[in-house]
Each structure stands twice: as structure tokens, then as C-alpha cells.
């Protein structure tokens, strides 16, 4: 289970752990643009944001937190496709669910008082959800995108509310 929540509804989506935007009817540059900007948007929160660009795909962006300096990546952009349309959380919600199972695996089977793996791997290739009463199958691929600099780095939280003791309001 997640919180899902569409890019347009700020409250939802600032809590979400999957957000989608609608980049349906955009060119590949505008539909990039609009990956990026709720990349931007939401970064403190979603593990998974995916920009929809047609009834059969979407540009998603997976969060990976080890990439501490500005030259390492927060995270891949891939493109999700289905040969059959589904709805427009579908394509996120499918990387998501991979990445929640990833991370299950990956701390269930390192033996006790040692660490799991921290670095996220790249999606499979191919994926397949099980959808009551249907089964449908996707192809996932680099989307091309450099995800270094800003691109969903989160800022430590002292750079933008500092901590003054002697201020009441801080209290």
C-alpha cells in the first residue's frame, strides 16, 4: 500500500510516497520538463515520480539516496511501457511496488548484524503486474535523463529554516 497522489493536489502530494503528473499531449522536451519540475517539487517526500506521456507509458523517477555529492545521481529516470493502456498511476505504482519488494529482499536476506545493500539497482527490464482479472506486462528503459545536481537532491532542512535558541518563535 501507498499513499498516492497527483502532482496538481499540493497537500495530498507533499505526503505521498508515489506522485503522478499529466504530461499526456506534450512533446518529449515539455514531458521531461514536467518529470523534472515535480521531481523539484516533491523531493522530500516520494520515493516515485512518474510524469504520464500516453495511455501506454511514462517517464518515472526512482529515489536513491546514496548519491551524496552533486556529481552522483538522486536517482534514476526510466521509461515504463505497456503494449495495453492502463491508468495513469499504473506505470509508477508498478516501480514503486518493484522498489518496496527490492528493499523486502534485499533486508531479508543479509544475515543478522550485518547492513543491506544501500545502493538501488536499476529496474528489470521487464516487469508484469497482477491486476485482477488481468495481467499486464511492461518494458522499463533508461529515459536518458542526467539525474546529477539538483535533480531531487534533498537539501539538509538548516539551510532553509535556521535555528536561532534566544528567538521565542523557535521555542
Known amino acids: ?4 497522489a497527483p502532482a496538481s493536489d499540493q497537500l495530498i502530494a507533499a505526503n505521498a510516497s508515489v506522485v503522478v503528473a499529466d504530461a499526456r499531449h506534450q512533446e518529449v522536451p515539455q514531458a521531461q520538463s514536467t ?3 515535480a521531481v523539484a517539487r516533491y523531493r522530500y517526500g516520494a520515493l516515485v515520480i512518474g510524469a504520464v506521456t500516453t495511455p501506454h ?3 518515472v523517477w526512482i529515489r536513491d539516496n546514496t548519491g551524496r555529492h552533486l556529481e552522483e545521481p538522486t536517482g534514476y529516470a526510466v521509461e515504463i511501457r505497456s503494449h495495453r493502456p492502463g491508468p495513469a498511476e499504473l506505470y509508477p505504482s508498478v516501480l514503486y511496488t518493484w522498489l518496496r519488494w527490492w528493499a523486502d529482499q534485499s533486508r531479508s536476506s543479509v544475515p543478522p548484524g550485518d547492513r543491506a545493500p544501500l545502493q538501488l ?3 528489470p527490464t521487464e516487469l508484469t503486474a497482477l491486476l485482477p482479472g488481468a495481467q499486464l506486462h511492461f518494458t522499463v528503459r533508461d529515459a536518458g535523463l542526467d539525474t546529477r545536481g539538483g535533480w531531487g537532491r534533498t537539501v539538509p532542512q538548516g539551510y532553509f529554516e535556521p535555528f536561532d535558541p534566544w528567538d521565542p518563535l523557535f521555542r
Not at 1 to 4: I, K, R, V
Open 1 to 4: 500500500m501507498h499513499l498516492l
Open 57 to 59: 507509458s511514462a517517464l
Open 121 to 123: 539497482p536499476q529496474p
Open 35 to 37: 518529470l523534472h519540475d
